[in-house]
């Protein structure tokens, strides 16, 4: 099947467990039963958050602290694309693309869907309860009401 033809499913990761379960259940039901010609092209993408995000707004000291919080958040970037990749390569997946975007997770997730052209987003669930939810926000929930594709919301069974 030429690369063209292929169905974009994008995978969106984060440090969390959740995320990888969800990434597993997309290549275990999505890719692996088609391979080795699998009509699916993989794009895992991971959402890096700005310093500025992370610290709530710049204040005094930031220009010492901004630099600190970066390092720290490009070294959670290699983490999980380095899980991601090994996950991959563990179900013999090859044909897959990573990404890492800065910027708020939902916003990422729809923006790449759209210049992938993606037919499918994949993501895990916390499980947060809707308390949390409401004061953290969830990812899957924008996902759900804002991609331009079909949104696929996978449960971790055991967490």
């Given at each position: 099947?030429?690369?063209?033809?292929?169905?974009?499913?994008?995978?969106?990761?984060?440090?969390?467990?959740?995320?990888?379960?969800?990434?597993?259940?997309?290549?275990?039901?999505?890719?692996?039963?088609?391979?080795?010609?699998?009509?699916?092209?993989?794009?895992?993408?991971?959402?890096?958050?700005?310093?500025?995000?992370?610290?709530?707004?710049?204040?005094?000291?930031?220009?010492?602290?901004?630099?600190?919080?970066?390092?720290?958040?490009?070294?959670?970037?290699?983490?999980?694309?380095?899980?991601?990749?090994?996950?991959?390569?563990?179900?013999?997946?090859?044909?897959?693309?990573?990404?890492?975007?800065?910027?708020?997770?939902?916003?990422?997730?729809?923006?790449?869907?759209?210049?992938?052209?993606?037919?499918?987003?994949?993501?895990?669930?916390?499980g947060y309860g809707a308390l949390k939810r409401t004061f953290l926000g969830s990812v899957s929930d924008y996902c759900i009401?804002?991609?331009?594709?079909?949104?696929?919301?996978?449960?971790?069974?055991?967490?």
């Open positions: 099947m030429a690369a063209e033809e292929k169905q974009t499913v994008l995978v969106g990761v984060d440090e969390s467990d959740h995320s990888l379960y969800a990434l597993q259940w997309a290549i275990d039901n999505l890719i692996v039963p088609c391979l080795p010609e699998s009509p699916v092209k993989l794009f895992v993408v991971h959402a890096k958050p700005s310093p500025i995000s992370v610290l709530g707004g710049v204040g005094p000291g930031a220009e010492v602290v901004l630099p600190i919080i970066e390092s720290y958040l490009k070294k959670i970037a290699v983490l999980v694309t380095d899980k991601a990749k090994k996950l991959c390569r563990s179900r013999s997946v090859h044909d897959v693309v990573f990404g890492v975007v800065e910027g708020d997770a939902r916003n990422v997730l729809c923006e790449a869907v759209v210049k992938h052209h993606a037919s499918m987003l994949v993501v895990g669930s916390h009401h804002n991609a331009s594709c079909s949104v696929l919301v996978v449960k971790n069974p055991t967490k």
